[in-house]
């Protein structure tokens, strides 16, 4: 089955929540004075700041809706630059060109996130911020990223779309940045079949986004909105979203204790195999184990294995590597002459071609992806195990790769 691993956690504990505001016909965030219970989209939040010592948490329809949010509470606009891996999902990229920002792609590393000596690279007086990404599940080196935004006076978001509940040196992805960005989609480490989580670090961010996300409202619709609001959208979480995404949220440990102890048990049945190493991940203790990388010596051996194995590798998976992404190679945007790439007010000769991360390119080819949580071959693991795959499961999985292995070594 395709998801990832929150799906199949889905039970009892969801339902009653989602009953419990169906019995009311609690369907919306705000009470009205209907009822002093708090919501479930209020109670998500408050939660998920304790979890994470969040100063702030903003419940929205997606991540995607949670990164774009992110941005306007930031200030950065047309003009800007922010700097983004090219290996991402495309909604990153999305996010900032929405925003009327120029994407600026920079080269990943053997972690397959942000590699901060490419950052610092390609750093001009237009950058605003960097958006670091923590690619399946495992985080991006925010120890050096933060220093290098603070050095230069930037922003520092992180997606966190794909590794909630991670970690980095015993900190909650996402609090380290100014703003973090979660998925609470069915791929997700939990979800609530649709929904996004923002954190942020500052007062006056929050009172932004919230007004963003809710027509301009002050936080939680208390008071007045201010003369100086801003214009804002309807972002918001559903409630029944909300019901859902909390019993997710109050089983995440469970949920990242069944991935650990699944990985280690995938990684010792596979064992060590000729000219295979594993993706350096940046904080063992921090990643979310949702996915298990192997790294090849060439770009053929990788492939040849992902073909025995009906997969492909990372370079190949959907809109997540910048080179299968249309619509920046062509700078599309929804009129012809506007922000970021063809307005006159900003112009930018930003252009997006592909092979420009070599360094990218060639990690991503000799990479593949192995799911142990998160079952999604348009991300490059459509094969692997599940938190829910036995011993004798896990021991079948763990053949397959070792004789595709094996069967590549012996024709070259
Ligand atoms: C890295 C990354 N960023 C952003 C998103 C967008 O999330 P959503 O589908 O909740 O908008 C995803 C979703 O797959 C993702 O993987």
Redesign the pocket.
Known sequence: MSSGPGHLFLGEDEKALVHRALDEWQLNRYRFGESDEPSMVYALEREFEQRTGARHCLAVN???SA?LTALVALGVGPGDEVIVPGY??I??IAAIVHRGAVPVLAEIDESLTLDPEDVVRRITPATKAILA?H?LGAPAEMGELRRIADEHGLFLVE?A??ACGGRYRGRALGTIGDAGAF???R?KIITSG?G?LLTLADDTAYERAFAFHDHGFKPLRQGIADADSLFGMNLRMHELSGAVALGQLRKIDDILGTLRKQKTAFLDAIGELPGVTRRRITDPDGECSSFLVLRFETVEAARAVAGLLGTSTLIDSGRHYYGNMPQLLARRTPTPSEHPFSCPAHPTDRRYTPNMLPRTDDVLGRSVALSVGVVDAYLGSGVGINPLSSPDEIEAAARAVRSAVYEVVART
């Open positions: 997606s991540c995607t990164l991402t999902f909604a990153s990404v690619m997606d779309a794909q998925s609470l989609n791929f649709d996004g």
